[in-house]
Structures are given as structure tokens and as C-alpha cells.
């Protein structure tokens, strides 16, 4: 053991003990650096000895080594200065959320995967009942796509929970019946729906990866099984609502475009259906009101009876331009007009009874028979 160890061992074994002197040990050519690397080692104890009881240092050339040593038998410590606290607090930073994915979006994503894609013009009486998005018809690679953009996801949510599995629209009991001019596979993500009629294809496939699985899986999955051009025409034909039995009703009553339809409702719930020709549920002013709410075209039956028991039929619909049609039977009512009717407002009105919700309805007309 050389002469420095036996000093730090000796230390160590007897804490209490004053420090011994230090001895510095130079050699060759570092003798003339001798009385300055002194004096460094001297500073060294001054200080190592204002740091108080138990404190000593080595010195070795120009390094200067510092232990603490603490009043207890059975340990020697290092201290090791705890860091300053900081003197400004940390904000969180919010997390940039990603916007909802819209139509134009799709199509870089369709682009991006080396697909080429064209815009359809649409003549001006294209837009559909059929979804009250705003719709742009694709020529993606060859296959026809017609896509349905939203203000908001909850608006297109609110929308394509009326698909079905087997590709038509329904909610509850109540549907509108659709003749598709080739096998419907829809499908959804953020503010946009999307549609292809060509069954199983590549285009398919990739909207499928896009936009997750199709929201009609039941609808024929055989390739090829209705192959369609790229042209400006609808991609179906809308038949009549398949709830309502509307006899002898107007040609205006009759021949009204078809929308989705929320069913008929009984607006006194406790009396008997009069018109057991329409079957009624629980609901429908939800469903309506609910759409309307999203600015999307829907169409409800309203029943009621007249005092002296004489039923009274509205039909209310909320038209794709965003105005409120309602149709009124009163031919029943042995003391009312006998005649139906048709209301149109500039927007959409509570769908009740009461004159004063429709008093501001600029367009009122009684229909022939």
C-alpha cells in the first residue's frame, strides 16, 4: 500500500481522527511545477476544512479529490447537490386533433395509391333524395363512385345508420324501398359516404382499406356481378315509401319523390289507430325531428282525429332544398274542408297541429281529387 491509501484508509477507519498532512509526491520534469500545484493542494484543505467537521481532502498533482464523511461509525456518504426547482411551471401542450375525412381527402388517398380518378359532371337535377350529403359522382380507374359529403361526422352518422346489411334504408319497421341499378356496397368514415355498384372489384378492395368494412356485406360479393360505365347517370331508382297505403290520394300525393321515410305516428297515443290501413309506431317525430336537426330529408305520417272521432292525415317532409312540405287529408272530416292539401314553408316547422307553427308558410294550394 503506498502512503496515500494508508492516509484515506486510516481516515476511514477513524473518522474523528484530525486529518494527517498531506503529502504532495512530484517527479521529473513536473518539479518545477511544484510550488504552484503546492499551493492548489493547500487551497484544497483550506476548503476541504471550512466545510466543517469530518471533512478532508487528497490532492494529487493538480486534482483535488473531496469526500464527506458524517459522525456515524457505521457509514461514509457522498452528497450530491439536489438540483435548483425550476422556476417556470410546465403547460401541457394540446394534441392537434385530425380532421374528419372529406371528399377531397379520399380522393389523394385513392390518388396516392396509384389509381386514377376523374370528377363526373353531374346535370343540374342530379342531387338525389336519396342522401341528403352532397354528392360527387367519380370515375375511379373505370368503375363509377358516387361519394356523399357531410357538414360533420355526426351529420353523416345520423345518415348512414340507415343502411342495412342487405344495402337498403330502414329504420325500425319503417324502409324506403330502392332499385339499385347494380349491387350497392356502401361505405362510411368521417364526413363521407361512399358507394360503388360493381359487387367485389379492385376499387372495392381499396375503399375498403380507406373506409373500413362495407356497411352492406349482404348484398352479392361476386365479382364483376353488376359492372357499371363511368357515366353522369343516379345510381338508383327510388320506389314509393313501403309503409303508407295512399288510395285515391292526388296525383301531387301519389307521384311525390320518395324519401327516407320515419313512419306514421299516432299523435294521441292512447287512441286507436282509425286508419288501420297504416301501421303506426312509437317514434317517428324523433326520427323526424332528429334528421331535420342534421338537415337531412326525411318524411313522416301524422294521425289524428277530430272531435267527433273524423281522422286526419299529414304527411310532413323535409325536402332535400331544405323547405317543409305537408300534405293534408281532411276528406274524412264530416265537418272540415274534405280536401286535401298542400303547405310549403321556406323551412322546417314543429311538425304539429297547431296553425300558428305554419302561419308564416308562404304557399298553400287545394288539391284536386
Same mark, same amino acid.
Given at each position: 500500500m503506498n502512503e496515500l491509501d494508508k492516509l484515506g484508509a486510516d481516515a476511514l477507519a477513524d473518522p474523528i481522527r484530525s486529518p494527517p498532512p498531506v503529502r504532495t509526491v512530484v517527479a521529473g520534469a513536473q518539479r518545477r511545477h511544484r510550488r504552484r500545484r503546492g499551493a492548489i493542494a493547500g487551497l484544497a484543505l483550506v476548503a476541504a476544512?471550512?466545510?466543517?467537521?469530518?471533512?478532508?481532502?487528497?490532492?494529487?498533482?493538480?486534482?483535488?479529490?473531496?469526500?464527506?464523511?458524517?459522525?456515524?461509525?457505521?457509514?461514509?456518504?457522498?452528497?450530491?447537490?439536489?438540483?435548483?426547482?425550476s422556476s417556470t411551471e410546465e403547460v401541457p401542450v394540446a394534441t392537434p386533433q385530425a380532421e374528419p375525412l372529406d371528399t377531397d381527402g379520399l380522393i389523394i388517398k385513392l390518388e396516392d395509391a396509384g389509381i386514377d380518378v376523374d370528377e363526373i359532371a353531374q346535370p343540374a337535377a342530379a342531387a338525389s333524395p336519396l342522401f341528403a350529403g352532397t354528392v360527387r359522382n367519380l370515375c375511379v380507374g373505370s368503375e363509377p363512385v358516387w361519394l356523399y359529403e357531410?357538414?360533420?361526422?355526426?351529420?353523416?352518422?345520423?345518415?348512414?345508420?340507415?343502411?342495412?346489411?342487405?344495402?337498403?334504408?330502414?329504420?325500425?319497421?319503417?324502409?324506403?324501398?330502392?332499385?339499385?341499378?347494380?349491387?350497392?356496397?356502401?361505405?362510411?368514415?368521417?364526413?363521407?359516404?361512399?358507394?360503388?355498384?360493381?359487387?367485389?372489384?379492385?376499387?372495392?378492395?381499396?375503399?375498403?382499406?380507406?373506409?373500413?368494412?362495407?356497411?352492406?356485406p349482404e348484398v352479392s360479393r361476386a365479382r364483376g356481378s353488376g359492372d357499371q360505365p363511368c357515366s353522369p347517370t343516379a345510381p338508383a331508382k327510388l320506389l314509393a315509401p313501403s309503409?303508407?297505403?295512399?288510395?285515391? !290520394?292526388?296525383? =301531387?300525393?301519389?307521384?311525390?319523390?320518395? $324519401? /327516407?321515410?320515419?313512419?306514421? &305516428?299516432?299523435? #294521441?297515443?292512447?287512441?286507436?289507430?282509425?286508419?288501420?290501413?297504416?301501421?303506426?309506431?312509437?317514434?317517428?317525430? !324523433?326520427?323526424? =325531428?332528429?334528421?331535420?336537426?342534421?338537415? $337531412? /330529408?326525411?318524411?313522416?305520417? &301524422?294521425?289524428? #282525429?277530430?272531435?267527433?272521432?273524423?281522422?286526419?292525415?299529414?304527411?310532413?317532409?323535409?325536402?332535400?332544398?331544405?323547405?317543409?312540405?305537408?300534405?293534408?287529408d281532411t276528406t274524412r272530416d264530416a265537418f272540415?274542408?274534405?280536401?286535401?292539401?298542400?303547405?310549403?314553408?321556406?323551412?322546417?316547422?314543429?311538425?304539429?297541429?297547431?296553425?300558428?307553427?305554419?302561419?308564416?308558410c308562404g304557399s298553400f294550394e287545394i288539391l284536386d281529387p
Open positions: 476544512g471550512a466545510s466543517g467537521y469530518g471533512a478532508w481532502a487528497v490532492a494529487s498533482g493538480t486534482e483535488v479529490t473531496r469526500v464527506e464523511t458524517t459522525s456515524s461509525l457505521d457509514s461514509v456518504a457522498t452528497t450530491t447537490p439536489e438540483p435548483a426547482p357531410y357538414p360533420s361526422t355526426e351529420a353523416r352518422e345520423t345518415e348512414s345508420d340507415w343502411i342495412t346489411p342487405d344495402g337498403q334504408l330502414r329504420r325500425s319497421e319503417s324502409a324506403v324501398s330502392v332499385s339499385w341499378i347494380g349491387p350497392p356496397r356502401f361505405y362510411a368514415a368521417g364526413r363521407i359516404i361512399a358507394l360503388t355498384l360493381s359487387g367485389d372489384s379492385p376499387v372495392a378492395d381499396l375503399l375498403s382499406a380507406l373506409l373500413g368494412p362495407t356497411l352492406s309503409g303508407p297505403s295512399l288510395a285515391g !290520394a292526388p296525383d =301531387e300525393v301519389g307521384g311525390r319523390v320518395p $324519401l /327516407p321515410y320515419c313512419g306514421a &305516428e299516432l299523435l #294521441t297515443p292512447t287512441m286507436s289507430n282509425p286508419l288501420p290501413n297504416i301501421e303506426v309506431s312509437e317514434g317517428p317525430s !324523433a326520427c323526424y =325531428e332528429q334528421r331535420a336537426a342534421a338537415g $337531412l /330529408p326525411t318524411e313522416m305520417i &301524422e294521425i289524428r #282525429t277530430t272531435i267527433e272521432g273524423g281522422p286526419i292525415l299529414r304527411i310532413v317532409r323535409l325536402l332535400p332544398d331544405s323547405r317543409e312540405e305537408i300534405f293534408t272540415g274542408g274534405q280536401a286535401w292539401s298542400r303547405l310549403t314553408c321556406a323551412s322546417h316547422r314543429p311538425t304539429r297541429f297547431t296553425n300558428d307553427n305554419f302561419s308564416d
